[in-house]
């Protein structure tokens, strides 16, 4: 078992910046991927960003050159750096680590809203 914790969420303007950080417990579980979802009301969770344990990175278009992904594999985190934020990046973020055995393990979610 991987408990998986996000923190970092907020209120921010339109054009601000968030960093979002998650943990995941030592268990002596190889972690493969580290990902960032988000979900709104009524919709279907969506993927914004992924890493890879050997650093490589996936992004959705809608916040390529916005976000940015990183993670410390000693650390087990991930963290995803929002920037430029815009209205419709509120949602409720979460947090899912992916080990080498595929299974997937997934935070409660933090919530991000951006407003003015």
């Known amino acids: 078992q991987v408990l998986v914790v996000e923190s970092g969420g907020g209120l921010v303007q339109p054009g601000g910046s968030l960093r979002l950080s998650c943990a995941g417990s030592r268990s002596g579980v190889s972690i493969q991927a580290r990902t960032w979802y988000r979900q709104t009301p009524g919709n279907q969770r969506e993927l914004v960003a992924s890493i890879t344990s050997g650093g490589s990175t996936n992004y959705a278009d809608f916040v390529k050159g916005r976000f940015s992904i990183s993670g410390d594999n000693a650390k087990n985190t991930v963290d995803l750096q929002m920037n430029s934020l815009k209205p419709e990046d509120t949602a409720v973020y979460f947090c899912?680590?992916?080990?080498?055995?595929?299974?997937?393990?997934w935070g409660q979610g933090t919530q991000v809203t951006v407003s003015s």
């Open positions: 899912m680590m992916r080990t080498k055995q595929w299974d997937d393990y």
